[in-house]
């Protein structure tokens, strides 16, 4: 199964654009990239995903490398609402939803 | 709309015990998944169902049983409980629609063994 491979902490100031890397070497041609984040006491919340185009939604833009060995993610403007850990997760199995694999995150702190 | 919802929000039991823990998929959710986490890690996957048939399974022993009924809901059992298996138990569903639909969790049931 492809791992990923994130930053285990940040800190952003809040107003400002938080970039949040991760690297999925082992990815393979199929897999898509997922981002969930997790709120303490709550469960994992559905951010983005993408294959390989760039993608943005309400929430946040996923930025996929043309080689698609990382990606990143992008809040436009973090508010203190959005300090979480983040999950980047390359999801496995294609039909029924798949198995997501998650790793330790990055726990960002945004900062006023 | 409701999304994922898990009763109960906390359970507590003790060594040997038995336990089920419930969940209901969001609206039009077909598909169930179920994860562990334990303190200070990522979610592991244990399990999945599909059709009232468990489609997947994750590292976990045969202690660890689930069940989806007509209406998409789920449970997951877990037998002769030990003090690891103390944990977050998350709830996830999504639309076999084919392709990439995600995941939606709810927000758990922590379990403790005394």
């Known amino acids: 199964d492809a791992k990923t491979t994130q930053p285990p902490s940040m800190d952003c100031a809040e107003g400002r654009a938080a970039n949040l890397p991760c690297n999925h070497s082992?990815?393979?041609?199929?897999?898509?990239v997922y981002w969930y984040r997790q709120i303490h006491s709550q469960g994992p919340q559905y951010i983005i995903h993408?294959?390989?185009n760039n993608e943005t939604n309400e929430m946040a833009s996923l930025i996929i490398t043309e080689d698609r060995k990382s990606s990143t993610l992008i809040l436009p403007h973090a508010t203190l609402r959005d300090t979480a850990v983040y999950y980047c997760?390359?999801?496995?199995?294609?039909?029924?939803?798949?198995?997501?694999?998650f790793g330790q995150g990055t726990e960002l702190s945004v900062k006023p | 709309d409701a999304g994922v919802t898990q009763s109960p929000t906390h359970l507590i039991k003790t060594r040997g015990q038995q336990v089920t823990l419930r969940c209901s998929p969001k609206?039009?959710?077909?598909?169930v998944s179920w994860y562990q986490q334990a303190l200070g890690q990522g979610p592991q996957f244990i399990f999945q169902?599909?059709?009232?048939?468990?489609?997947q399974r994750g590292n976990f022993p045969d202690r660890f049983s689930g069940h989806q009924f007509p209406n998409y809901s789920s449970e997951l059992n877990v037998n002769a409980l030990l003090l690891g298996d103390s944990a977050l138990y998350l709830c996830?569903?999504?639309?076999?629609?084919?392709?990439?639909?995600?995941?939606?969790f709810g927000d758990g049931t922590r379990l403790s063994i005394l």
């Open positions: 993408g294959l390989k």
């Open positions: 997760i390359v999801r496995v199995g294609y039909n029924q939803g798949g198995k997501l694999i």
């Open positions: 996830a569903s999504s639309m076999n629609a084919g392709g990439n639909q995600p995941q939606h």
């Open positions: 082992t990815i393979s041609g199929n897999e898509y």
């Open positions: 169902y599909y059709e009232e048939e468990e489609r």
């Open positions: 609206s039009g959710h077909d598909t």
